[in-house]
């Protein structure tokens, strides 16, 4: 149904910043609302931003003012820009989607219906 390739991760002191990429590859790239996730080691998934196909878009209260989700329908890619980046928001981030007609939040791990593979970030000094 829906295949997701991320990518931008890495290595980076606390402060700086870094952009994921998530190609979302589906017959129609518009049905769905794209989360992405942060997995810290020993922790479950937590939603990190999402979009929907409206183009509003939700925040974890902890990366408010900080990051920002954004997607080119064009290019058919989902983008998380990351800035003043702290070691806390270190993990692998996934992207992943939901149907943008089932409710509830794009932020919730347990609604999403397929996911990528992950990219890595590491924010330390």
């Known amino acids: 149904q829906v295949r997701l390739v991320e990518s931008g991760g890495g290595l980076v002191q606390p402060g700086g910043s870094l952009t994921l990429s998530c190609v979302v590859t589906?017959?129609?790239?518009?049905?769905?609302?794209i989360g992405w996730f942060r997995q810290a080691p020993v922790q479950r998934p937590e939603g990190v931003a999402c979009i929907n196909n409206d183009g509003s878009s939700d925040y974890n209260e902890t990366v408010k003012g900080r990051f920002t989700i954004s997607k080119d329908n064009a290019k058919k890619t989902v983008y998380l820009q990351m800035n003043n980046l702290e070691p806390e928001d270190t993990g692998v981030y996934y992207c992943?989607?939901?149907?943008?007609?089932?409710?509830?939040?794009?932020?919730?791990?347990?609604?999403?219906?397929?996911w990528g593979e992950g990219t890595p970030v590491t924010v330390t000094s």
């Open positions: 992943a989607a939901k149907r943008s007609w089932y409710p509830g939040s794009c932020r919730e791990p347990g609604l999403m219906i397929s």
């Open positions: 589906v017959l129609a790239a518009d049905d769905y609302s």
